[in-house]
C-alpha cells in the first residue's frame, strides 16, 4: 500500500484516463487530472504532456493542491492510423513526444518525490499494438512499444527505493480514441477477439488501480486486458 | 466500479493448507466468497482454516481424476456450485536431469499440470449453469524463465501457461475467463525444497534470493491472494489467456 491517497492521472477528460480517475476517486484517492481540458477531477492542470517544463510545473502546482503524490497513471495519447510511408516526420514526432515523451516527463517530475520518501506506484498505458502490431499501426506500436522497455527499465532502477513501476497494455477499448467507423469496431473483427467485444474503460481503470493498491510485489510487470486479442 | 467483491460466490481453492493456498482462501473470505479448501490429506490445519472462515473442507489428490470429480461433486451437493477455482497446488522436488526419479518427475506433471486439468474438467460444468466463471492458475517463475535441477516442475508450470492461453480462447465466449500467475520467490514453505536442494538454512536462502530481486525482498502469500482476487473478478472479463507475473522485478518478459 501506498502512503498517501493522492494520484495523478493524465489524460484525465476522457476515455481511459477519465474512468482511471473516477475509480481511484470511489476507492477514497483524491485524483489531480493533466489534459489539455478541464478534466472535472479534484486539481486539474491543463498541461501538454510532450512538454517536460509545463510537466514539472504541473506536478509542482498539484503536490501545492494535493500534498505529495503516491501514484500516478500516465494515460494521456492519441491514435492514428496510417500507411508507413505517409507518416510525415511531424506525425512521427508528435506520437514519439506525446506517448514516450509523455511518460518520460511524468516519470522526471514525479520520481524524485517518490525516492525521497520510498513510496510509489508508476502506471503507464502502453497498447496490444506494441506487443502484437498493427497494420497502420507503425508509429503508434513504436512509441507504445518503446513505453513497455522504457517501463521495464525504469522498474528496474527505482524498485530499490520501493518505487514499483509497472504498466497496463489495453487491447482496443471503447473510448473516444476510437472513432464510430474505427476498424476495431466491426464486427468482423470483433468476432476474432476470445471475449467477443471491445474492452471497456471501466477494466482498463480496474488493473490500473490493481498495480496501484494491490500489485505490492509486481515490478516491470505489463498486464493485457484485451479482450484476448493478443494471448 | 471498484474493488473486487465475492458475496455468495463459491471458490474452490486447491493447496489451501498452508502457503499461498492458505493465504487466497483468507483474502477471498474476507471479499464476502464462501470459500472450499481442498489439499492432498486430511490435515488438522484445513479443517481449522474451514472452521475460521465458515469454509467447506475438500480432500482430494487432485493428481487423482476421479478423486478430483468426487471432490467437486461433493462440493457441490454439499456447499454449492463452483463461481470461482483457483488451482493453486503443486508438487515440487528437484533433482538433477539424469538423476531424476522418472516415477517422481511425472509425479510432479501430474499434480500440477494433469491436476489442474482435471480440476477444469470437473468444476465447468457448474460454470457453464451459471454462465459466469472465473479460473485463476497458479504457474511460476520458474514457469517463465526454467531453472536447474528443476525440469519436472518448470515443465509443469511452463505447461500451465500454454493451457491457460488455450483455455483463455476456447472458454471466453461463454464468459468463463481463465488467467494465471506466475509468482517468483515467495515465502513459503515450499522454499524449504530450495534451500535443502541448496545446501543452505531457509533463513539464508531467502537473502540469497533477495539479492536477486530489485524490489530487496521476497513476497508474501498476501500479495498473490490479492492478484487472486484481481484476476477472479466478475467485474473484469477483458483480461483472457494471461500470465500476470508477480516477481518484485526479477523477471521482466513477456509471457
Known amino acids: 500500500m501506498t502512503n498517501t491517497r493522492n494520484a495523478v492521472v493524465t489524460g484525465a477528460a476522457s476515455g481511459i484516463g477519465a474512468a482511471v480517475m473516477r475509480e ?90 517518490m525516492i525521497e520518501r520510498r513510496d510509489g506506484a508508476f502506471v503507464a498505458v502502453t497498447s496490444e ?73 471501466e477494466e482498463i481503470a480496474l488493473v490500473a488501480a490493481y498495480l496501484i493498491e494491490d500489485a505490492t510485489f509486481a515490478v516491470g510487470e505489463i498486464i493485457s486486458p484485451n479482450s484476448g486479442a493478443v494471448i | 466500479m471498484s474493488a473486487p467483491r465475492f458475496d455468495g460466490k463459491v471458490v474452490l481453492v486447491t493447496g489451501a493448507a498452508q502457503g499461498m493456498g492458505r493465504a487466497i482462501a483468507v483474502h477471498m473470505a474476507s471479499l464476502g466468497a464462501l470459500v472450499a479448501v481442498n489439499d492432498r490429506v486430511d490435515d488438522p490445519r484445513l479443517h481449522e482454516l474451514a472452521h475460521e472462515l465458515g469454509g467447506y473442507v475438500a480432500v482430494a489428490d487432485v493428481s487423482d481424476r476421479a478423486a478430483v470429480f468426487a471432490m467437486v461433486a461433493d462440493v457441490r451437493d454439499n456447499f454449492g456450485p463452483i463461481d470461482v477455482l483457483v488451482s493453486n497446488h503443486a508438487y515440487m522436488t528437484m533433482d538433477s536431469f539424469l538423476s531424476y526419479d522418472s516415477a517422481d518427475w511425472w509425479r510432479v506433471v501430474k499434480t500440477n499440470l494433469a491436476g489442474t486439468f482435471w480440476l477444469i474438467q470437473a468444476a465447468l460444468p457448474d460454470m457453464r449453469s451459471s454462465g459466469a466463471g472465473r479460473i485463476v492458475v497458479t504457474s511460476s517463475i520458474w514457469g517463465v524463465i526454467g531453472w536447474p535441477e528443476a525440469t519436472a516442475y518448470s515443465a509443469s508450470k511452463a505447461g500451465l501457461i500454454s493451457l491457460v492461453k488455450t483455455l483463455g480462447r476456447e472458454l471466453a465466449p461463454e464468459n468463463i475467463v481463465i488467467n494465471a500467475i506466475a509468482p517468483g520467490v515467495t515465502d513459503t514453505p515450499q522454499l524449504q525444497v530450495d534451500a535443502d536442494s541448496a545446501g543452505v538454512p531457509l533463513t539464508e536462502m531467502h537473502k540469497i534470493y533477495a539479492q536477486s530481486i530489485p524490489l530487496g525482498r521476497i513476497g508474501k502469500p498476501e500479495e498473490i491472494a490479492r492478484t487472486v482476487a484481481m484476476l477472479a473478478d466478475f467485474n473484469m472479463s477483458a483480461l483472457v489467456g494471461q500470465t500476470i507475473q508477480v516477481n518484485g522485478g526479477e523477471v521482466r518478459s513477456r509471457v
Open chain 1, 24 to 113: 481511484l476517486q470511489g476507492r477514497g484517492w483524491r485524483v489531480a487530472g493533466l489534459d489539455l481540458r478541464a478534466a472535472g477531477s479534484d486539481c486539474d492542470v491543463i498541461t501538454n504532456m510532450a512538454d517536460g517544463v509545463a510537466v514539472n510545473s504541473a506536478i509542482a502546482e498539484v503536490e501545492k493542491c494535493l500534498g505529495p503524490i503516491s501514484a500516478v497513471v500516465s494515460a494521456a495519447g492519441h491514435y492514428e492510423i496510417i500507411p508507413v510511408l505517409d507518416i510525415t516526420e511531424p506525425v512521427w514526432d508528435r506520437m514519439l513526444s506525446v506517448h514516450l515523451g509523455g511518460a518520460f516527463n511524468l516519470a522526471r517530475a514525479v520520481l524524485p518525490g
Open chain 1, 129 to 201: 499494438l506494441a506487443i502484437g502490431g498493427g497494420d497502420g499501426d507503425s508509429h503508434y506500436a513504436a512509441a507504445k512499444g518503446a513505453i513497455i522497455g522504457f517501463v521495464r527499465s525504469l522498474a528496474a532502477e527505482v524498485a530499490p527505493h520501493n518505487v514499483r513501476v509497472n504498466a497496463v497494455a489495453p487491447g482496443p477499448t471503447d473510448t473516444p480514441l476510437l472513432a464510430a467507423d474505427s476498424p476495431w469496431r466491426e464486427p468482423g473483427y470483433l468476432a476474432t477477439l476470445p471475449a467477443r467485444r471491445l474492452a471497456m474503460p
